[in-house]
């Protein structure tokens, strides 16, 4: 696969990410398809499809109270490009926070996300995320 392709997906991986911590529904709904599927912890065992799951979450975001803002880093991140417009970024989250008492905590997360090519732009289609066992 060529690198530029790799880190092209990486970058756009981070800066979901990114859009995600900072509550930035614009951006988030920019890099991912409407019609986006996934496997995560808050669905609880079911495969949710569709944006409003998603929005709920950004929504209560917007009330909490603002503090240091987490680090995220990506752990031993792959990607895997399955032809020329479909791609799957693997890898473990790590992030780095200050808890309720003000002391640092790191939390991790397996996170599988497919990438799709479509009307030229990569679009977030897939993602399953799991808390390591």
């Known amino acids: 696969m060529p690198m530029a392709t790799a880190d ?6 981070r800066k979901l990410l990114e859009s995600i911590v900072a509550g930035d529904w ?17 669905a609880r065992g079911q495969l949710v499809e569709g944006l409003p799951f998603h929005e709920h979450y950004f929504k209560l975001g917007a009330s909490a109270p603002k503090g240091t803002p987490p680090t995220t880093t990506l752990a031993s991140p792959r990607v895997r490009l399955l032809g020329d417009d479909a791609a799957v970024v693997a890898y473990v989250r ?10 640092h905590v790191t939390a991790l997360c397996e996170e599988t996300r ?3 090519r479509i009307d030229g732009a990569w679009k977030h289609v897939h993602f399953h995320r799991s808390q390591p066992g």
């Open 8 to 13: 092209h997906l990486l970058a756009l991986t």
């Open 26 to 42: 614009k951006t988030y709904t920019s890099l991912v398809a409407w019609d986006i599927t996934c496997f995560e912890p808050e």
């Open 94 to 103: 790590m992030v780095q926070k200050l808890d309720d008492a003000g002391r």
């Open 114 to 116: 497919v990438w799709q």
